[in-house]
């Protein structure tokens, strides 16, 4: 089946400095999707990315998608301790009809 | 905004017995979703439903089951809970079949199988 490998699992930073997590699919993805989930807290969807190669912006958040649709990333630059929390990656493979999530980045910003 | 309540937050529950989740959703949305949230696992596929009445089973359906009886309400049944069924339990929705769609996710409920 579908398997959506996300590394790192975990991460320490300074504030300030900057972070990414990347996502592996085992099959074509035809979206990649981005959550937050905050400790404590439920996903929050951030965004989706659908084109080949694919590049979007939200403020300090950029997120990449492969050109072969089986990868994605997530950079966040110059971290905050508003930052904190889980980040999943999720997608969806050609001929399916359910997301499949990634196993999530934790990311921890030391101020 | 959309609005996807979990009956409870936490719920503690004994090896055998048949344990209900509910998850109700205010917005007309034909998708919802359950997942189970483990740690270093991410969030796993039980089942869904994308009309009343229909369900298709997710990734990891063994030991659970499904109701959709009303639109706004989607259940999770544990036929018989075992301590591996200790988790968080995630409900999300979307609005219409389709991929490329944000979910919402209620807030979870902890279950706990003693």
């Known amino acids: 089946g579908q398997q959506v490998m996300q590394i790192p699992q975990y991460q320490h930073v300074q504030e300030g400095e900057d972070f990414t997590t990347y996502c592996n699919s085992s099959?074509?993805?035809?979206?990649i999707q981005w959550y937050k989930q905050r400790p404590g807290g439920h996903p929050v969807f951030l965004i989706q990315?659908?084109?080949?190669?694919e590049v979007k912006k939200q403020k300090r958040l950029t997120f990449q998608f492969g050109e072969a649709k089986k990868n994605s990333s997530l950079h966040i630059t110059a971290t905050q301790t508003t930052d904190v929390g889980t980040y999943f990656c999720?997608?969806?493979?050609?001929?399916?009809?359910?997301?499949?999530f990634g196993s999530g980045t934790r990311l921890q910003v030391q101020p | 905004d959309v609005k996807v309540t979990q009956s409870s937050r936490y719920l503690v529950k004994r090896t055998g017995e048949k344990v209900f989740l509910e998850c109700v959703q205010d917005?007309?949305?034909?998708?919802m979703f359950w997942y189970r949230q483990d740690p270093g696992l991410g969030l796993r596929l039980i089942y869904f439903?994308?009309?009343?009445?229909?369900?298709e089973k997710g990734d990891i359906p063994e030991g659970y089951s499904v109701s959709r009886e009303k639109k706004e309400r989607f259940s999770l049944i544990l036929e018989s809970a075992s301590t591996n069924q200790t988790s968080m339990y995630l409900c999300?929705?979307?609005?219409?079949?389709?991929?490329?769609?944000?979910?919402?996710f209620g807030d979870g409920t902890r279950l706990s199988i003693l």
């Open positions: 990315l659908v084109k080949s190669g």
């Open positions: 999300a929705t979307t609005p219409y079949t389709g991929p490329n769609q944000p979910q919402h």
């Open positions: 439903s994308y009309d009343v009445k229909m369900k």
């Open positions: 999720a997608g969806i493979s050609v001929g399916r009809r359910a997301l499949t």
């Open positions: 917005m007309d949305h034909e998708n």
């Open positions: 099959t074509t993805l035809s979206n």
